[in-house]
């Protein structure tokens, strides 16, 4: 069966940096887009970034533009997220879930990792 | 990149319909028949329960249903259950090739 799991959160001070990780399994990875998508405590849901199957393309919401960087490593099955200048307000449980194929539907999702930005 | 609106809260009696609605605009809802729905109960997963505005992923049971009519897409569960207790989120593709969520709506079951 398909799974996901993210790593690489934690406790991190405003300004810093953090990579997450999202190791896949169960499936054919490089036949997928993935994306990441985060969720403040006790908030909704929000989007954060797409990468294509092959990694050629990638689209962020405005949010995160110039700060967080998605990438992925088709030998390795995994999904990155590179996050830069992180604020306060970046504080949510990140989640790597795959893409479906067509119009951004995601079918499968990962457990989640807590990132907390403060100082 | 706007959220999508929801309902805050819905609530309705076991065997009952109730109806969830997500509006949006051109951009979004209206421009695409892209509308996703996803289940998420307290602490876990957010599940895919609606895809393509009215598609449902193999499992999800036929109660659960999904429409558009202009910028406004809705869910209807019908026959309501005590595990339909969730939050609820509808998501659309966007203009400039994103996504964007609703805010997302606490359904309790009476």
């Known amino acids: 069966q398909v799974q996901l799991v993210e790593s690489g959160g934690g406790v991190v001070q405003p300004g810093r940096s953090l990579r997450l990780s999202c190791a896949a399994s169960?499936?054919?990875?490089?036949?997928?887009?993935m994306h990441w998508v985060r969720q403040a405590p006790g908030k909704g849901l929000e989007w954060v970034a797409i990468?294509?199957?092959?990694?050629?393309?990638?689209?962020?919401a405005d949010f995160v533009k110039g700060r967080f960087i998605i990438s992925r490593d088709n030998s390795k099955n995994t999904l990155y997220l590179q996050m830069n200048s992180l604020r306060a307000e970046d504080t949510a449980v990140y989640f790597c879930?795959?893409?479906f194929g067509t119009g951004y539907v995601l079918d499968y999702w990962g457990q989640g990792t807590l990132v907390t930005v403060s100082s | 990149q706007s959220a999508l609106t929801q309902p805050t809260s819905v609530s309705g009696s076991p065997g009952q319909s109730i109806t969830i609605s997500c509006t949006g605009t051109?951009?979004?809802?209206?421009?695409?028949?892209?509308v996703s729905w996803y289940q998420q109960h307290p602490g876990k997963v957010p599940k895919l329960m609606i895809y393509?505005?009215?598609d449902r992923p193999s499992g999800v049971p036929d109660r659960f249903s999904g429409s558009k009519s202009g910028n406004t897409a809705s869910l209807t569960i019908s026959g309501l259950q005590a595990e339909d207790e969730a939050d609820y989120y509808c998501?659309?593709?966007?203009?400039?090739?994103?996504?964007?969520f609703g805010g997302g709506t606490k359904l309790t079951v009476l």
């Open positions: 879930a795959r893409d």
């Open positions: 169960g499936l054919t990875f490089s036949n997928f887009g």
């Open positions: 990468v294509r199957y092959d990694g050629t393309n990638e689209y962020y």
């Open positions: 051109s951009s979004d809802v209206g421009g695409y028949n892209y």
């Open positions: 393509e505005v009215s």
């Open positions: 998501s659309s593709y966007a203009i400039g090739t994103t996504l964007v």
